[in-house]
């Protein structure tokens, strides 16, 4: 069982977005880059930087998900990954208003259907995000003394599959 993101995801999620402003500041360079002929070289090579840092940031949330194998559970958040052992892990559902809900980035991308890497919560701790888009209740995942929030459609299959692999509910609405 696993959730992650497909190359097409991945392109969807850097460059397009949720407005049409969106995709056309994202399209651009690429516009620009194609009519080369026109472009002056400084422009170019701002335009060229540009696409290459989308296509590094590309590859690195390109296959960001989960999987599951046997009792272990391997989550990727852009440069981040880490496994959990779902017996010994203590899973809930947090809401937007939850102390438990990712505030600030550290490290990760932002982008207007994926929210991705390493977290601070309101509470002040820290997290792994995994949130395609943009989902209003997040699974929290608690293992080690690391807290993973994951959200995607159809987040309760998960959720279900967690438990029934032994993970222990819990709730997070308090310290």
Known sequence: MSYQLDWLQTLEVIFIGDSWMWTALSLIPIYILINLRSSGRIVKIIMSI??????????????????????????????????????????????RDSQWWPEWRNIGANLPRLSIGKYN???????????????????????????????????????????????????????
Do not use: C, H
């Open 50 to 95: 540009f696409l290459g840092l989308s296509l590094y940031t590309d590859l690195a949330i390109w296959r960001s998900g989960w999987q599951i194998n046997g009792e272990k559970m391997y989550f990727k958040a852009q440069f981040y990954s880490a496994y959990i052992d779902v017996p010994s892990s203590n899973i809930g559902f947090v809401s």
């Open 121 to 175: 919560m309101r509470n002040q701790d820290s997290a792994l995000l995994f949130n395609y888009q943009n989902q209003s209740e997040l699974l929290l995942i608690s293992f080690d003394g690391q807290y993973y929030l994951i959200g995607y459609p159809g987040i309760e299959i998960l959720y279900d599959k967690l438990i029934s692999l032994g993970a222990k509910e819990k709730r997070f609405e308090s310290r």
